[in-house]
Nanobody
């Protein structure tokens, strides 16, 4: 079993920044890979980024590439999503999820076995 807890969401103006955190616990094999997803009201959940926590290799969706950056602190089992240049279209609930393997982009929700509860992001003037 894996437990994931997201934090760091909030409200910002366009052009602002937020850093989301995903703190993981439990079976390390099952959380070797961490994905970030978001879901806007009335829309499907979509993948934002996917990272290998062992070597840091990361893939980003084209909608966030160059603005969002994934990093991690292995000492505290936390993966971060640094979001810069936020746009209203970035608003939604952000989730992290754990997987055992790399995924083909775009990822499917079924690629991940464990999910956090989500943290909300609102970008508005």
């Amino acid at each position: 079993q894996v437990q994931l807890v997201e934090s760091g969401g909030g409200s910002v103006q366009p052009g602002g920044s937020l850093r989301l955190s995903c703190t993981a616990s439990g079976d390390t094999v099952s959380r070797k890979f961490i994905g970030w997803f978001r879901q806007a009201p009335g829309k499907e959940r979509e993948g934002v980024a996917h990272t290998n926590t062992r070597d840091g290799a990361t893939v980003y969706d084209k909608s966030v590439k160059g603005r969002f950056t994934v990093s991690q602190d292995g000492a505290i089992d936390t993966v971060y999503l640094q979001m810069n240049g936020l746009e209203p279209e970035d608003s939604g609930m952000y989730y992290c999820a754990a997987a055992r393997r790399w995924v083909n982009w775009p990822p499917q929700m079924s690629d991940y076995s464990f999910w956090g509860q989500g943290t909300p992001v609102t970008v508005s003037s």
